[in-house]
Structures are given as structure tokens and as C-alpha cells.
């Protein structure tokens, strides 16, 4: 299937330009500001996001506290706190106890947040897997789950018996794609990493430190490990498999830094969307008006989310100042035409009309994922 949506290339090329250039010609916002390079200037910022009622759609928090709470309350701020396994994380070894400290933080939070679980994917090949990851998840549903996750751990670490990797699409994680349809909830599919993890050490690249710190997610020249294309075909497959599954690729469904590849699968998979979450960097470094046009093109399709977290060893005030920063970066980038510096990269903003703003930080979240919002 990506051979086929790759041949469509040009023709997507094609659209993203003009939607730039329908873009500018429409576009109202005043020229650029420029403006000295450092952090943006919080309190105008957080105020006219707040006026949005955003969302985001990809956070982690391990624990609440007053103080948090408050801040998602003065920024009307409503969170997917997202729940996964990971063998190389004490504390994600298994879906307890961190399940439970979710479901606080959704009762604490007072509708501020809300739960997306997962399953343990190392119970593959179990003699009761799948069933005993579908009675799981029915039981996170009862309880208000919203979304379910799978990870990268699908397709770059899992193993059969036979030492093959378990690919997104591997036919015993079926009967778990028709669950999450069933009862209509959205899934979450981070597949792949960016291309960086494929490609020779670059000490200038954007994840160079990430892979240095985290090789298990590091493919290149790993032996036997599926390539980056064999992962996205197999994630098609799974699109194409659960045409009524409501699928969010996280993360720019790991294509970030070709958005012409990832237009031709948003327009070959309707049931597709992808989240910003930890990929506005790679926007960022690309050209403004292709980055723009891409957003205007697929307005419908595009989830807010940073990846923020709020670890159990993580002071609340510094969580706190992590999280209104990272807020009104994005929204200085998205929302306005100054000059600035966002992550070391000068760039300048995006000025999204208001409309496109609102689905960007709202209505696509309500859309996708029915239940994440409540007043």
C-alpha cells in the first residue's frame, strides 16, 4: 500500500502549494514582528489560548497536585493522559500501579482530564492473549477510558517465540483493534520513530541526543529489525483492516519530516489524524509557508498534543513552569507571525487564522476522540 500512496507524491506536492499560496493571498494577520530570541511572553500567550478551550491530546501524569490542577484550571486546559508499558521503565512495567494514579488524576482533576489506557503488549503469545487484553481494556472503558494506546515498543522491540518482531499489524492484535472499534473509542498508534533512527549518527540532528540516550530505539544497523517503511506499511495495513477504527498517528504519525508522504496518507486513510506531540521542532525547521499550507490542506486532521509529562519525582512547580512554557511556545509558533527562537531554531509563526486555531486545539480532539471533553 505505501508504494501506491508514494506514487501520488507530485500530485500532493502539488496541493500543499497551492493551499500555501490560497493561504497568503487570504492570509489577515499583520507582517512579521520581529522580536529578540528567548522564551515568549507567558501571560498574553496563555490567555489567548485559554479563550480556545484547548486540548491536548498527549500528555503523561503519573500524579496530581493542587497547584497542577490549578493551572489546567486558570488555562482551561483539558488533557489525554496517555498510559503505556515499557520493560526499560520500572514504573511502566505494567499497567498497575500507574492505572490507578491515573484514575486519580482524572477524579482530582474535575474534568480536566481525561484516561487513555493500553495493554501489556509481552503478553503476546500467552495462551489467553488477546482475551485477557480485551478484558482489561472493557474494564478501563467502564471506568471512562476514552482511547487506547499502542507504542513503539510494537514493531521495534516485541518478538514472537520465533525471534520475528510483532509488526502493528500482526493478526492477534486484531481482535483488539474490533474491541477498541465496538465500543468506539479512538486508538493511538505511535509506529516508528523519526527517520533520524535509521540514519548514522548525526551529532547536529534534532533526536541525536534522544537515540544516545535511549538505543533500544535506535534501528540503525540493528539486525533483524524491520525497517521504517515496513513499520508504516503495517500500520496501512491495520488502517485498511478497521476502515470504522478512529486511528491518531502520534507524534505526525512519525513521517514529520516529509509532511508530502504524510498528506498522501491522510488522503489515502480517512479514518487517519496525526498529533503535534513532541514534533513541533521538526515543523519548525521546515519551510513556514509548506508547514502552513499542510495545516490550512488538513485542518480537520490535526490533533494538538506536546508529550508533556508529570513524573512521580517531578517537582509541581517545575512541572508547572515546563508546561506554560512549552503552551505558550507552541501558541507563539501557531497563532502569531513574530520572530523568535523556538528550541534554538529561529522561525517565524505560523498566524493560523482563528478558526483553524480552534480545530487545531479543540474541536478536532472532540471529534476524534469522543468523551476527552466535558465543561
Not at 35 to 41: I, N
Not at 182 to 191: C, E, F, G, P, Y
Not at 231 to 252: C, F, I, W, Y
Request: proline share 6%; glycine share 6%; with cysteine.
Amino acid at each position: 500500500m505505501l508504494r501506491s500512496v508514494l506514487a501520488f507524491s507530485a500530485v500532493a506536492s502539488l496541493s500543499l502549494a497551492l493551499a500555501s499560496r490560497l493561504q497568503q493571498q487570504s492570509h489577515s494577520a499583520t507582517s512579521p514582528q520581529n522580536s529578540q530570541p528567548g522564551a515568549p511572553t507567558k501571560t498574553s500567550e496563555l490567555h489567548a489560548l485559554a479563550s480556545l478551550e484547548p486540548i491536548d491530546t498527549h500528555t503523561h501524569v503519573a500524579k496530581g497536585d493542587a497547584s497542577f490542577y490549578a493551572m489546567l484550571d486558570r488555562l482551561h486546559m483539558h488533557i489525554l493522559d496517555i498510559l503505556l508499558v515499557d520493560d526499560h521503565d520500572s514504573y511502566r512495567r505494567a499497567m498497575e500501579p500507574q492505572l490507578e494514579d491515573a484514575l486519580r488524576v482524572v477524579r482530582e482533576s474535575h474534568g480536566h482530564a481525561a484516561l487513555c489506557t493500553s495493554f501489556d503488549p509481552f503478553q503476546f503469545g500467552q495462551a489467553d492473549f488477546p482475551a485477557s487484553a480485551i478484558r482489561g481494556l472493557d474494564r478501563d472503558f467502564a471506568v471512562g477510558a476514552v482511547a487506547v494506546k499502542i507504542w513503539k515498543n510494537i514493531g521495534m522491540e516485541l518478538k514472537d517465540r520465533d525471534g520475528h518482531y510483532v509488526l502493528p499489524d500482526n493478526p492477534a492484535l486484531g481482535p483488539i483493534f474490533k474491541d477498541i472499534e465496538k465500543h468506539n473509542r479512538m486508538l493511538i498508534a505511535h509506529v516508528a520513530e523519526p527517520d533520524e533512527a535509521w540514519q548514522a549518527p548525526n551529532p547536529n540532528g534534532l533526536d541525536y541526543s534522544y537515540y544516545k540516550e535511549n538505543p533500544t530505539w535506535y534501528m540503525y544497523r540493528k539486525l533483524g529489525a524491520p525497517n521504517k517503511h515496513q513499520l508504516l506499511e503495517a500500520r496501512d495495513h491495520l488502517l485498511a483492516q478497521n476502515p470504522k477504527l478512529r486511528v491518531v498517528g502520534a507524534h505526525l504519525g512519525s513521517m514529520e519530516d516529509d509532511l508530502d508522504a504524510l498528506a498522501m496518507h491522510l488522503d489515502a486513510y480517512p479514518n487517519f489524524a496525526v498529533d503535534t506531540a513532541a514534533r513541533v521542532v521538526h515543523l519548525v525547521v521546515q519551510p513556514s509557508d509548506k508547514v502552513r499550507g499542510f495545516l490550512l490542506k488538513y485542518q480537520d486532521r490535526i490533533l494538538y498534543g506536546t508529550d508533556l509529562e508529570f513524573l512521580k519525582d517531578t517537582a509541581p512547580q517545575d512541572a508547572v513552569k515546563e508546561w506554560e512554557t512549552q503552551y505558550a511556545m507552541d501558541w507563539r509558533y501557531f497563532a502569531t507571525k513574530d520572530v523568535f527562537e523556538y528550541s534554538g531554531h529561529k522561525v517565524e509563526g505560523l498566524g493560523l487564522p482563528q478558526a483553524v486555531l480552534r480545530k487545531l486545539y479543540h474541536a478536532n480532539a472532540v471529534h476524534w476522540i469522543p468523551g476527552i471533553y466535558s465543561k
